[in-house]
């Protein structure tokens, strides 16, 4: 008779640690992005990163209405990449 290897992981795990794992440097990347987008602007000239309307103020607000969205995105990236572990964990 043989024994399986305990050593050796299923199938489903190996996937749903890549998938967490996925999930963590997504969210890593959308994080920079996120600053990115809130910290590049220039005030100066016509055109240029954030110049969406005429007033500054009404930029600013752009601006980090949109960096904003994108770290509400990588908590989403976040909790996905821990239900992931999580459901690895559970199997």
């Known amino acids: 008779m043989t024994t399986p290897d ?5 199938k489903s795990e190996i996937s749903m640690g890549f998938v967490a794992g996925l999930c963590y440097v997504g ?3 959308l994080v920079g992005v996120g600053f990115y987008t809130m ?4 005030s100066w000239g016509t055109e240029g ?6 007033g500054d103020a009404y930029n ?3 601006i980090a209405t949109r ?3 994108w770290m509400v995105a ?3 990236a976040a909790i996905l990449g821990l239900g992931a572990q999580l ?3 559970g199997s």
Request: charged content about 10%; glycine content about 14%.
């Open 60 to 62: 600013y607000l752009i």
């Open 49 to 54: 990163p954030g110049r969406f309307v005429g």
């Open 27 to 29: 969210a890593l990347a």
């Open 67 to 69: 960096g904003v969205g």
């Open 6 to 10: 305990a050593a050796v992981p299923e």
């Open 74 to 76: 990588a908590v989403v």
């Open 87 to 89: 459901a690895n964990k």
């Open 39 to 42: 910290f590049t602007y220039q």
